[in-house]
């Protein structure tokens, strides 16, 4: 089997209070922060890759005047795909935080906002979303449906967040006539009372975490992309915006950027394929341009 890695980025706020929010957890063009998002494309462009941006459009409801639309720009320039994240809170309600937490006309509604934003950002329909924190439910499937996106990759298994209902898989599958591809998950070793047990003992702890460059070292994930290569059709993994940035000291995350560059070089050296959410829905027969089913109200 041919396993195609889908290198996804989460770009949004992660501190509210600071003035500079949006230049420093998103673009990366701060005084504190110059890894950002234009830096992270840069990488990426640097290898041929072209990653993923699930981009929470709806910062711009808080963040008024902050260069949403410049950075679109900017990322597609650099041959970067542009698809829709959700954080709702961001623009509805502060104490709803969650796709889950909105009804099915809500998150319709919620959906179609975010498609209309990108769409006048980056000149087209988003193809594919993540809820923020991965924090959709079934209602959240039928919403992309009736708005036309018909792939979706918000599921996480074992995150008590997510609220889809689906069994541990790192496979694709269909779900209200939505593609899901999940979350890739890699079995880990657990620490108990500050002992670390053995790698081999990973599959009876059952501890499952994502291919992230803030939750994995060096060694963990490229060791986690050698195993999984071969057994699954696409490769979630993962990063935020600000990944490369220490939340409370505004100082690098020299592990984080040692991991990103590892994984960068291990899928080079490899030759594994990297492809965007559009070239999966080719695959898949997809629609690539989502375009809003009429709503019919009551």
């Known amino acids: 089997m041919q396993t195609k890695v889908l290198i996804t980025i989460d770009t949004e706020v992660r501190t509210h209070d600071r003035p500079?929010?949006?230049?420093?957890?998103?673009?990366?063009?701060?005084?504190?922060?110059?890894?950002?998002?234009?830096?992270?494309?840069?990488?990426?462009?640097?290898?041929?890759?072209?990653?993923?941006?699930?981009?929470?459009?709806?910062?711009?409801?808080?963040?008024?005047?902050a260069?949403?639309?410049?950075?679109?720009?900017?990322?597609?320039?650099?041959?970067?795909?542009?698809?829709?994240?959700?954080?709702?809170?961001?623009m509805?309600?502060?104490?709803?935080?969650?796709?889950?937490?909105?009804?099915?006309?809500?998150?319709?509604?919620?959906?179609?906002?975010?498609?209309?934003?990108?769409?006048?950002?980056?000149?087209?329909?988003?193809t594919a979303h993540r809820a923020g924190s991965y924090g959709a439910n079934e209602d959240t499937l039928?919403?992309?449906?009736?708005?036309?996106?018909?792939?979706?990759?918000?599921?996480?298994?074992?995150?008590a967040n997510c609220k889809l209902p689906f069994g541990n898989s790192n496979?694709?599958?269909?779900?209200?006539d939505v593609w899901e591809i999940p979350v890739t998950i890699a079995p880990e070793p657990v620490e108990k009372l500050g002992f670390r047990f053995p790698f081999w003992t990973r599959h009876f702890w059952k501890r499952y975490?994502?291919?992230?460059?803030?939750?994995?070292c060096p060694i963990q994930i490229c060791r986690s992309v050698r195993q999984l290569h071969g057994t699954i059709p696409y490769m979630i993994t993962f990063l935020h915006?600000?990944?490369f940035m220490r939340w409370k000291t505004d100082e690098p995350d020299e592990r984080a950027i040692a991991s990103?560059?590892?994984?960068?070089?291990?899928?080079?050296?490899?030759?594994?394929?990297?492809?965007?959410?559009?070239?999966?829905?080719a695959e898949l027969g997809v629609d690539s341009q989502g375009v809003p089913r009429p709503v019919i109200r009551a």
């Open 260 to 281: 990103f560059h590892s994984m960068l070089r291990l899928l080079a050296d490899m030759e594994i394929p990297v492809v965007t959410f559009e070239q999966i829905a």
């Open 92 to 126: 509805y309600d502060s104490k709803r935080r969650n796709m889950h937490d909105y009804s099915l006309a809500e998150q319709t509604g919620i959906v179609r906002d975010g498609m209309a934003l990108l769409k006048d950002w980056t000149g087209k329909f988003p």
């Open 67 to 90: 260069p949403y639309r410049e950075l679109c720009e900017g990322l597609l320039e650099r041959g970067q795909d542009i698809q829709l994240h959700t954080h709702p809170d961001q």
């Open 241 to 243: 915006s600000f990944s």
């Open 20 to 65: 500079d929010a949006f230049a420093h957890d998103v673009a990366g063009r701060s005084r504190s922060n110059s890894r950002g998002s234009y830096w992270i494309a840069d990488q990426l462009k640097s290898y041929g890759f072209a990653g993923v941006f699930f981009l929470d459009v709806y910062g711009s409801g808080r963040f008024r005047g």
């Open 209 to 216: 975490i994502k291919l992230d460059v803030n939750a994995m």
């Open 171 to 176: 496979n694709p599958f269909k779900s209200h």
């Open 142 to 159: 039928k919403a992309l449906r009736v708005n036309g996106i018909q792939l979706d990759s918000s599921f996480f298994y074992g995150r």
